[in-house]
């Protein structure tokens, strides 16, 4: 299929015309980490094929994060590669690297210095990064993303290490296409854009929330296999309302208060603009906006481009997900539960309405499967009558007198479950959990708000409280919790189990957009992977140990939306679940000889 050539300080790898098409040759060079180095070439021989890939030898080789293999490479490797002498003479496999990075790693003795040391990992070989985060899924998650991503966050420009992806500011404003030009790999296929103003319950932090869109790319390679080189974060920095970052001189953005306004919404139409330039078709995902910025762009872009605000719509299919989980406990339909949300903002209400799709779907009418729905917020139990209310709240104010009080609310409406989404901290009160499990045998209990400081309540609250009849699951990660003779594994409502599996489903099929059918299939997807046996362990969804095969459903059930839907862009597959396999990078060494 392909040939090597030496040139000096560089391999030449030459794919023959008549054997390889694009599309093959590029899901070669992403299995063995080329696919950033793939070149046209006219070269004169008329059975070569027009792509090459360069591989660079000696230190560039070894310096590279994406190439680099360090103490792995073969002795054939070395030879060819110009790399003799320049590492020790022992060959380690991937797996004896692995233990070595294990072994340092948890000698740190906090978890932003665990984080900072992985981040050098990333830095210097990509493969054995990913390999460490797929083979300990559910030991790292914590530290790659939430709750540490937070405090990293916090801390952003007193760690900060090496620039990662690209920032734009008011300044660049007419040349943002430029801007994205200049990311070396061109086939970007997925972008996490964050303006920095509501990082994970943090709030404003400015240019310094760069870390959750890398966070969040990260998880897309490890638990989907989307390549890393087809991955791109991006933080928008319009300036911070933070005054210790206005005052901090080691903070990496511009020091000046928040632009809002037009300029604002100029710049978010010019950067999507640009992407489609630049990277046509290319997932945006939308992050940690503030409430005031993050509903409306949703609302105004996701008819028009392939995009999705995972805060909002990978939180309600996660929350979706649990439900699903939960009334394979009960046994109850869920035409006959009553959903009570603590909390009203963006992430709830689009719960609601994919609640709403759902029980349609079911054969309730939009306005039957409303009053299944309830919400409390700051002011009181969301009814008819409130002048407060505006937007899809209103949707959802129902006859009934006012309640000030969210144990009298759960007492009046006799929910099956009730949502916590507000971010208040420790609002399900024991006598709260009580009242539950008086009116209900098995009642649900979602504390979802993190991060950690956030949470309605514990897991060992919730177990403790009803008498271990609670079905519980939570925003931030529970040690198991053993009460009542059983030992509870609570589970986490990360919207890992949802969006780098959408990601990869629109990418399978091309799909134009996102759809709020597509996040339904996701959950539904979610909830068949978990288990008998994890139901009865108190789990709500799958352990992360099984998220590539979780990743791989929601992909294909996404994908099968988009085609259903008319959406898809690219040719069904005749096995669409093993072509999207298929697409999935595996971190592991590939011989460059």
């Given at each position: 299929?392909?040939?090597?050539?030496?040139?000096?300080?560089?391999?030449?790898?030459?794919?023959?015309?008549?054997?390889?098409?694009?599309?093959?040759?590029?899901?070669?060079?992403?299995?063995?980490?080329?696919?950033?180095?793939?070149?046209?070439?006219?070269?004169?021989?008329?059975?070569?094929?027009?792509?090459?890939?360069?591989?660079?030898?000696?230190?560039?080789?070894?310096?590279?994060?994406?190439?680099?293999?360090?103490?792995?490479?073969?002795?054939?490797?070395?030879?060819?590669?110009?790399?003799?002498?320049?590492?020790?003479?022992?060959?380690?496999?991937?797996?004896?690297?692995?233990?070595?990075?294990?072994?340092?790693?948890?000698?740190?003795?906090?978890?932003?210095?665990?984080?900072?040391?992985?981040?050098?990992?990333?830095?210097?070989?990509?493969?054995?990064?990913?390999?460490?985060?797929?083979?300990?899924?559910?030991?790292?998650?914590?530290?790659?993303?939430?709750?540490?991503?937070?405090?990293?966050?916090?801390?952003?420009?007193?760690?900060?290490?090496?620039?990662?992806?690209?920032?734009?500011?008011?300044?660049?404003?007419?040349?943002i296409a430029e801007l994205l030009g200049n990311w070396p790999n061109k086939d970007v296929q997925v972008i996490v854009i964050t303006d920095g103003?509501?990082?994970?319950?943090?709030?404003?932090?400015?240019?310094?929330?760069?870390?959750?869109?890398?966070?969040?790319?990260?998880?897309?390679?490890?638990?989907?296999?989307?390549?890393?080189?087809?991955?791109?974060?991006?933080?928008?920095?319009?300036?911070?309302?933070?005054?210790?970052?206005?005052?901090?001189?080691?903070?990496?953005?511009?020091?000046?208060?928040?632009?809002?306004?037009?300029?604002?919404?100029?710049?978010?139409?010019?950067?999507?603009?640009?992407?489609?330039?630049?990277?046509?078709?290319?997932?945006?995902?939308?992050?940690?906006?503030?409430?005031?910025?993050?509903?409306?762009?949703?609302?105004?872009?996701?008819?028009?481009?392939?995009?999705?605000?995972?805060?909002?719509?990978?939180?309600?299919?996660?929350?979706?997900?649990?439900?699903?989980?939960?009334?394979?406990?009960?046994?109850?339909?869920?035409?006959?539960?009553?959903?009570?949300?603590?909390?009203?903002?963006?992430?709830?209400?689009?719960?609601?309405?994919?609640?709403?799709?759902?029980?349609?779907?079911?054969?309730?009418?939009?306005?039957?499967?409303?009053?299944?729905?309830?919400?409390?917020?700051?002011?009181?139990?969301?009814?008819?009558?409130?002048?407060?209310?505006?937007?899809?709240?209103?949707?959802?104010?129902?006859?009934?007198?006012?309640?000030?009080?969210?144990?009298?609310?759960?007492?009046?409406?006799?929910?099956?479950?009730?949502?916590?989404?507000?971010?208040?901290?420790?609002?399900?009160?024991?006598?709260?959990?009580?009242?539950?499990?008086?009116?209900?045998?098995?009642?649900?209990?979602?504390?979802?708000?993190?991060?950690?400081s956030k949470f309605e309540c514990t897991a060992e609250e919730a177990y403790t409280w009803t008498s271990g009849q609670a079905i519980f699951a939570?925003?931030?990660?529970?040690?198991?919790?053993?009460?009542?003779?059983?030992?509870?594994?609570?589970?986490?409502?990360?919207?890992?189990?949802?969006?780098?599996?959408?990601?990869?489903?629109?990418?399978?099929?091309?799909?134009?957009?996102?759809?709020?059918?597509?996040f339904l299939a996701a959950a539904r997807a979610v909830s068949r992977n978990v288990s008998e046996e994890d139901l009865q362990n108190g789990r709500?969804?799958?352990?992360?140990?099984?998220?590539?095969?979780?990743?791989?459903?929601?992909?294909?059930?996404?994908?099968?939306?988009?085609?259903?839907?008319?959406?898809?862009?690219?040719?069904?597959?005749?096995?669409?679940?093993?072509?999207?396999?298929?697409?999935?990078?595996?971190?592991?060494?590939?011989?460059?000889?």
């Open positions: 299929m392909y040939t090597i050539l030496h040139d000096q300080d560089e391999i030449i790898i030459r794919f023959e015309k008549d054997l390889v098409d694009d599309e093959t040759l590029s899901r070669f060079l992403n299995h063995i980490n080329l696919q950033s180095m793939l070149k046209k070439s006219d070269g004169d021989d008329a059975s070569a094929h027009n792509w090459t890939a360069c591989l660079p030898t000696g230190l560039i080789l070894l310096r590279d994060p994406t190439l680099s293999k360090g103490s792995a490479f073969t002795r054939g490797e070395r030879e060819a590669l110009g790399l003799a002498g320049l590492l020790p003479p022992r060959v380690h496999t991937l797996d004896e690297q692995v233990r070595r990075i294990l072994e340092n790693l948890r000698k740190q003795s906090t978890d932003i210095e665990r984080y900072v040391y992985l981040l050098a990992l990333q830095d210097r070989n990509r493969t054995l990064f990913y390999r460490v985060l797929l083979d300990n899924i559910e030991e790292l998650m914590p530290i790659v993303y939430t709750p540490t991503v937070g405090q990293v966050c916090f801390q952003f420009g007193h760690i900060f290490r090496r620039p990662s992806g690209i920032y734009i500011t008011a300044r660049d404003r007419g040349r103003e509501r990082i994970l319950g943090m709030g404003d932090l400015g240019a310094d929330g760069m870390g959750v869109p890398m966070g969040k790319l990260a998880l897309y390679t490890v638990c989907a296999g989307i390549h890393p080189s087809l991955t791109l974060p991006v933080t928008l920095d319009m300036g911070t309302d933070n005054a210790r970052l206005l005052n901090d001189p080691l903070y990496i953005g511009l020091q000046h208060p928040r632009i809002r306004g037009d300029l604002y919404d100029e710049m978010i139409e010019e950067f999507i603009l640009a992407v489609q330039q630049v990277f046509p078709g290319c997932i945006i995902q939308f992050e940690d906006f503030a409430n005031r910025n993050a509903s409306r762009l949703i609302q105004q872009y996701r008819d028009q481009i392939c995009c999705f605000n995972d805060d909002i719509q990978g939180t309600a299919a996660v929350t979706m997900a649990a439900i699903f989980s939960a009334l394979r406990i009960t046994g109850g339909a869920l035409k006959d539960q009553r959903f009570l949300f603590l909390g009203a903002g963006e992430a709830a209400l689009d719960t609601g309405e994919l609640l709403v799709l759902a029980l349609v779907a079911e054969g309730l009418s939009p306005k039957e499967a409303r009053r299944c729905c309830w919400y409390f917020d700051s002011k009181g139990l969301v009814v008819k009558g409130r002048a407060d209310l505006s937007g899809h709240k209103r949707l959802y104010a129902h006859d009934h007198s006012p309640v000030a009080d969210f144990h009298e609310a759960v007492q009046a409406l006799g929910p099956q479950a009730i949502i916590g989404v507000s971010g208040q901290p420790r609002q399900f009160t024991p006598e709260i959990l009580e009242t539950m499990a008086r009116i209900n045998d098995r009642p649900i209990i979602f504390s979802l708000s993190n991060p950690t939570s925003g931030t990660p529970f040690a198991p919790v053993v009460t009542q003779g059983r030992t509870f594994y609570p589970s986490q409502g990360n919207n890992v189990y949802i969006f780098p599996g959408v990601g990869l489903g629109v990418m399978a099929s091309g799909a134009a957009q996102v759809t709020d059918e597509m709500v969804y799958p352990p992360l140990s099984r998220i590539r095969q979780v990743s791989l459903d929601v992909a294909a059930a996404v994908a099968e939306q988009a085609y259903a839907g008319g959406l898809a862009t690219k040719p069904l597959p005749g096995d669409l679940v093993e072509f999207i396999r298929g697409l999935m990078f595996e971190p592991v060494y590939r011989s460059y000889i």
